[in-house]
């Protein structure tokens, strides 16, 4: 049975950090491209970032790039996003998610998800 478990939210004033992570289990870690998205009140759930399986590539949208950071520690099956310079506009709750193929920012690509960690940005 394959678990992504999301830690770190929290409450924080805009213009500081959070550190997120994702536990994955059940699944050979090192072979899946992981994503981090995010939803909020009324919105569809967006792209934030995604890592190739190597932790060689990464992609970012547009609204955090030179903010957030994503990693992978494939020995601990852990991906972070560092989170850095938080805006009010941050806030959601954000998933992270597991794809066995190419990266991708689709949502539909993505094989499995965890249960969200939620994010509050106040100004």
């Known amino acids: 049975q394959v678990q992504l478990v999301e830690s770190g939210g929290g409450l924080v004033q805009a213009g500081g950090s959070l550190r997120l992570s994702c536990v994955a289990s059940g699944l050979t870690f090192r072979r899946y491209t992981m994503g981090w998205f995010r939803q909020s009140p009324g919105k569809e759930r967006e792209s934030v970032a995604t890592?190739?399986?190597?932790?060689?590539?990464?992609v970012y949208a547009d609204s955090v790039k030179g903010r957030f950071t994503i990693s992978r520690d494939n020995a601990k099956n852990t991906v972070y996003l560092q989170m850095n310079s938080l805006k009010p506009e941050d806030t959601a709750v954000y998933y992270c998610?597991?794809?066995?193929?190419?990266?991708?920012?689709?949502?539909?690509?993505?094989?499995?998800w965890g249960q969200g960690t939620k994010v509050t940005v106040s100004s």
């Open positions: 890592i190739s399986w190597g932790g060689g590539s990464s």
């Open positions: 998610a597991a794809e066995g193929g190419p990266m991708s920012v689709m949502t539909s690509e993505y094989d499995y």
